[in-house]
């Protein structure tokens, strides 16, 4: 199983926007996702409502992880997304 950890980027966290374009990406890759915090358990990530219903916010970190083949490279590129600002200025 491939796991990364990521520090939300997007400074409001993975509220719709945010969650929306991260769902979007995870979905692209065709590969079951999931995504987890710390005090909350494992959701779908091709799910926009599971990923909002996490709370991540702003500088929390998140675990993706997926056993599917492929996954270490589809991980790398979600772990990066993530990490940015996906908010408009």
């Given amino acids: 199983m491939s796991e990364r950890t990521v520090t939300i980027g997007s400074r409001l966290g993975l509220h719709a926007r945010p969650a929306?374009?991260?769902v979007?990406?995870?979905?692209?890759?065709?590969l079951p996702v999931m995504?987890?915090?710390e005090g909350h358990k494992e959701v779908d990530a091709r799910s926009v409502l599971a990923v909002m219903s996490m709370g991540a916010s702003h500088g929390e970190t998140v675990t993706l992880t997926c056993d599917a083949e492929g996954a270490d490279e589809a991980l790398d590129g979600l772990v990066e997304l993530l990490g940015k600002e996906l908010d408009p200025k």
């Fill in 24 to 30: 979007q990406a995870v979905n692209e890759t065709g």
């Fill in 35 to 37: 995504i987890s915090r």
């Fill in 20 to 22: 929306a374009l991260f």
